[in-house]
């Protein structure tokens, strides 16, 4: 045996943690789009970075909760996952929530429908989600977001930008029905937050340049 292969069994042998099974949304960004996972885990990053000195974080939208476990890592924050699909809570609760290091909980609930009701939250997170929104039924949830906030609160808010739907998928056009550019974004927020700052995000890239050219929005909303 070689020493190098000697040096590298050492570290297989160190601490391999058992298979993590993806549910199905994450599988088939696995096996058709794999640099879409790779996006959206940038996005849960700028989030948890952004909210890093939180006591209790919503991420509202959670889907299968792969995200949740990013802002595990890098924040301090009980972390409440919340989603009105019942299949993928499903699975977040059987697959996720064992790797939560007792600071993770998921609730299936139709924000929409009601507010969150449970322990006040100091932020929250909720990506990929307004844009699936009923135009009609977009108020009434900004504004159960917004009241699940302690005063000073803090969200982040993102969405694909209504200037980059003619490069989405047939599949992303037909439910993306609540499009935003950036005026629009910051109008709307500003309408339930008190300071709404509204960045460009280009695959990985979190950035503050041509926000026509950008094809995903980032905003950081004050209550």
Request: proline fraction near 5%; charge should be negative.
């Amino acid at each position: 045996m070689t020493q190098t292969k000697a040096a590298w069994d050492q570290v297989r042998e160190a601490e391999i943690l058992p298979t993590f099974l993806l549910g199905p949304v994450n599988t088939e960004s696995v096996l058709h789009d794999l640099k879409h996972l790779g996006f959206t885990l940038a996005r849960y990053k700028f989030a948890a970075k952004m909210l890093a000195r939180c006591r209790h974080i919503l991420d509202v939208g959670c889907g299968e909760g792969l995200g949740t476990l990013m802002l595990l890592a890098d924040t301090p924050a009980r972390v409440t996952g919340i989603d009105f699909d019942e299949a993928q809570i499903g699975y977040a609760r059987q697959h996720v929530l064992p790797h939560g290091r007792g600071r993770l909980a998921f609730l299936c609930q139709d924000v929409v429908a009601a507010p969150y009701a449970d322990d006040p939250a100091d932020g929250l997170v909720s990506l990929d989600v307004i844009e699936h929104l009923h135009p009609a039924e977009e108020p009434r949830f900004l504004q159960h977001c917004a009241e699940a906030l302690e005063p000073r609160g803090v969200a982040v808010i993102g969405t694909p930008s209504l200037h980059a739907q003619q490069f989405s998928s047939p599949r992303s056009q037909k439910g993306h029905i609540n499009l935003f550019d950036p005026v629009r974004l910051a109008s709307t927020l500003e309408r339930h937050f008190s300071r709404v700052f509204v960045f460009s995000m280009n695959d990985e890239l979190v950035h503050t340049g041509f926000s026509k050219l950008a094809h995903y929005l980032m905003a950081l909303c004050v209550k």
